[in-house]
């Protein structure tokens, strides 16, 4: 894990996200203090879409999920002919559904894809 600031404009406020990386499953303590959080997951992985989906129901357990912010990052950068995509669109989108008022964006560092977004 590791710890990240990063100023952003949004509605024309400046906020300043305080970003802490977290591996492994969420923590009474991470879920007192945690406003929002951002799942990522491969979408050339069936096991990392899973992970995400029982992370979920983790935190939900410790903290009702409602004031939290949540959005699921399906990432793209390893999907290529040796290694195809395993979570389609709509698998992500119904999971996203599922853990409501959750943002749902798939992005690829390598060309810049809903990087910023």
């Not at 991470?30 to 879409?49: G, K, P």
């Not at 395993?86 to 409501?100: F, K, N, P, S």
Request: with cysteine; aromatic share 8%; proline share 2%.
């Amino acid at each position: 894990g590791g710890q990240f600031k990063r100023e952003v404009t949004v509605d024309g406020q400046s906020h300043l996200l305080l970003i802490r990386e977290e591996a492994g499953a969420p923590d009474a303590q991470f879920a007192s203090w945690a406003d929002a959080v951002i799942f990522v997951f491969s979408l050339e992985s069936e096991s990392s879409f899973e992970e995400v989906a029982q992370l979920h129901t983790l935190l939900s357990d410790l903290r009702g999920t409602s004031d939290v912010a949540l959005a699921l990052v399906g990432t793209q950068d390893k999907v290529s002919s040796s290694s195809p995509r395993a979570v389609e669109d709509a698998r992500a989108r119904a999971l996203c559904g599922d853990m409501r008022h959750c943002l749902y964006y798939e992005t690829c560092a390598t060309y810049g894809l809903n990087v910023d977004r």
